[in-house]
């Protein structure tokens, strides 16, 4: 159940991102209609909790999975807000929409052509996810909304895919749709750079640190990191500066001669990102505090749609020298890397122009089929280990050499 509402959660994020993106007010009320199974399957867990707790000892370590349950539930919630500025018609900038478009992770919509590589064919023989770094949240058949989506589902001829991943990805899908080329929104040009321009910039910021955070979050648990921990919480204070920073800029824009309307989506949608970090910084309070994590933790989020992973870059490897932009790892295998360890410090959310180096370990999280993809990129072959059934990196002899 605890894998489950995590990537309940997730999902609804995505689309109410998608919602907000393409303006979409079916998909924002289906995030309404997943918040009643998020209800239900948090009131069942607790429930589970409560009766797995008989003895004093075993309080501390099902309290730390009662607070995890909370985590999870306050992103769902987050979602929903975010899906409101859709339902309740808010609204946002254009400029808005245009900036979302250059996020580190997007969301983007594709109909699947008659014909087509994706026509016809179940969900696991494609690989979107290692294919083009984008992972299908969702599918519009008809009036039919389909958001469990399996990997026995066989895309059909004018399925609408909503997918979230990496920009880079788009090309790749759109070709093995046999969609038209796609040229994103771009916002209206008027020479100058004022209050709500500063604004949005900072709100698409704002997403991407959120999301970084929830994902180093869920890392940190898993691997029992607290260096994660003490970045998740740095990221949180970022985001209540640049949360302070943006009403600023909305207000300075509002005595602009400017609609006001739309200036309510963005406070709306900062709030939402800050309770996404807040709701991060709760799950690492349990690392930094040295409480008690009970395993059920790490074998529940390990088992989830998106898997966490460390991985050292080893000797000779093609990572070895080479920059993030080049290795694409977003793409092939669709891991997002949420981190760089080297040195004993992190770098977060790293960029393109990051060099990695022999002994730098990737903190990246990504499907777990793209797992041993990932692990061969790094000069590693990645095999189960008998005696625990734990995955073990092996060298890979192909690594030594370019």
């Known amino acids: 159940m605890l894998a489950e509402a995590k990537d309940l959660s997730e999902l609804m994020v995505d689309l109410a991102y998608a919602a907000l993106y393409f303006g979409d007010p079916d998909m924002a009320e289906e995030v309404g209609e997943l918040e009643e199974r998020m209800d239900a399957l948090v009131h069942d867990m607790r429930s589970v909790c409560v009766m797995a707790a008989r003895h004093p000892r075993e309080a501390d370590a099902m309290a730390s999975v009662l607070q995890v349950i909370s985590s999870i539930e306050r992103i769902a919630n987050s979602a929903v807000d975010i899906a409101r500025i859709v339902t309740h018609r808010l609204g946002i900038p ?17 109909r699947v052509r008659d014909g087509s590589h994706l026509a016809r064919r179940p969900l696991t023989d494609l690989e979107l996810p290692v294919q083009t770094g984008m992972r299908i ?11 469990d989506v399996e990997g026995e589902e066989i895309m059909l001829p004018g399925d609408v895919l909503f997918l979230r991943g990496s920009p880079a990805g788009i090309p790749r899908l759109r070709e093995l749709a046999a969609a038209p080329l796609w040229e994103p929104p771009t916002p ?3 020479g100058t750079v004022g209050d709500l321009d500063r604004a949005v910039d900072v709100l698409v910021e704002m997403k991407n640190v959120s999301e970084t955070a929830v994902g180093l979050a869920y890392s940190a648990l898993v691997l029992r990191d607290l260096g994660l921990a003490a ?80 991985v050292p870059v ?21 891991f997002h890397v949420l981190a760089v360890r080297r040195g004993g410090r992190y770098v977060y959310r790293p960029r393109g122009h990051v060099v990695l180096a022999e002994g730098d370990e990737l903190i990246a999280s990504g499907p777990d089929e793209g ?23 092996e060298p890979l002899a192909s690594a030594i050499g370019r």
Do not use: Y
């Open 94 to 110: 254009r400029e808005l929409v245009a900036d979302l478009s250059n996020a580190e992770e997007v969301s983007h919509r594709v």
């Open 137 to 147: 949240v969702a599918i519009r058949r008809d009036r039919e909304w389909i958001t």
């Open 188 to 190: 209206p040009e008027d």
């Open 231 to 310: 970045e998740v919480r740095h990221l949180e204070d970022r985001l209540d500066e640049m949360k302070d920073r943006l009403e600023l800029w909305v207000l300075r824009a509002a005595s602009n001669d400017i609609d006001p309307s739309p200036l309510r989506g963005l406070l709306h949608l900062s709030q939402a990102a800050e309770d996404l970090g807040d709701s991060a910084q709760q799950m690492v309070w349990l690392i930094e505090k040295h409480e008690e994590v009970h395993p059920i933790l790490g074998i529940a989020l390990g088992e989830s749609d998106e898997v966490v992973v460390r």
């Open 314 to 334: 080893r000797a000779g490897c093609p990572a070895d020298g080479a920059t993030l932009q080049a290795l694409q790892l977003d793409v092939d295998p669709g």
């Open 371 to 393: 797992h041993p993809l990932l692990a061969a990129r790094l000069g590693w072959r990645l095999e189960e280990d008998e005696d625990t059934g734990q995955d073990r990196l």
